[in-house]
């Protein structure tokens, strides 16, 4: 990565299918990226198996936010397992694996803005939801992600419209990991608060606070679609200032 906060190696004109000039490395972060899509998804019949003894096996293999809640609830009960634990857990497919998200954006820069990406990427990364992360950035910039990691937004979606577009690699990267912490403290701090809730409370307060952190997610969740919607709208509406005239399919 230089100066400009641009990743040496990766050059937004280039096609994918190219090998003339490719570093070697793309296969590698192609990889992880296509680790990072499958790993989640096969863990999901684990999920009854591995939840009440193993959560932190279960946030290796699928680290959404209703583990880390369960996992610090179970530390708060039972103290097992460890927050230390549970972050190591969380970062090989939280942090290290999105990163290769956005690097993927920058490979594919060009056939996901024309529909012609990989079919495994294009499931991964839905173009509706690649659409409204590339104007929640353009809007507000890298800076974002972490107000991303904590909303409703996949990360890996917005990663990939992170390297899809013209944002710094470092400012956007800096600010994720920052968000993956924030997130990861908030997620874990509110599982032990929901533990002590079922400890002192009963459930009755337990469910209030689940309650709560769910509208929370929500609220957040509306606001990145609304952002997104007011961004196309804009853009919209400044082509046909320009004399170009909406599409009619839209």
């Known amino acids: 990565m230089n100066a400009a906060g641009s990743v040496p190696g990766i050059e937004p ?45 279960m946030v290796l293999l699928r ?60 499931r991964a990364i839905p173009k509706r939801r690649l659409a409204i992360a590339q104007a929640v950035l353009d809007k507000h910039g890298p800076a974002v992600a972490v107000l991303g990691r904590i909303g409703a937004l996949p990360p890996t979606v917005l990663a990939a419209a992170a390297g899809a577009s013209h944002a710094s690699a470092r400012r956007y990267l800096v600010a994720d990991a920052v968000g993956a912490l924030i997130s990861f403290a908030l997620m874990v701090a509110a599982g032990y608060a929901l533990g002590r809730a079922w400890q002192e409370g009963g459930s009755w307060l337990t469910l209030v606070g689940v309650g709560l952190f769910v509208g929370v997610l929500t609220v ?20 046909q200032a320009a004399g170009g005239s909406p599409n009619p399919t839209d």
Request: net charge neutral.
């Open 63 to 122: 680290p959404t936010k209703e583990f880390l809640l369960i996992g610090g609830a179970q530390y708060r009960i039972t103290g097992a397992p460890s927050v230390w634990l549970l972050l190591g857990a969380f970062l090989p497919l939280m942090v290290v694996a999105v990163w290769a998200f956005f690097l993927v954006g920058r490979i594919y820069r060009e056939p996901l803005a024309t529909g012609d990406a990989p079919g495994w990427l294009q």
């Open 13 to 57: 004109q280039q096609q994918p299918g190219q090998d003339h000039g490719r570093p070697l490395w793309h296969p590698v972060v192609i990889a992880v990226a296509v680790v990072r899509y499958v790993v989640p998804l096969a863990a999901i019949p684990l999920v009854p198996v591995l939840v009440p003894d193993r959560v932190a096996l």
């Open 220 to 239: 957040l969740a509306r606001w990145f679609r609304a952002e997104g919607h007011a961004v196309d709208e804009l853009a919209a509406a400044a082509d």
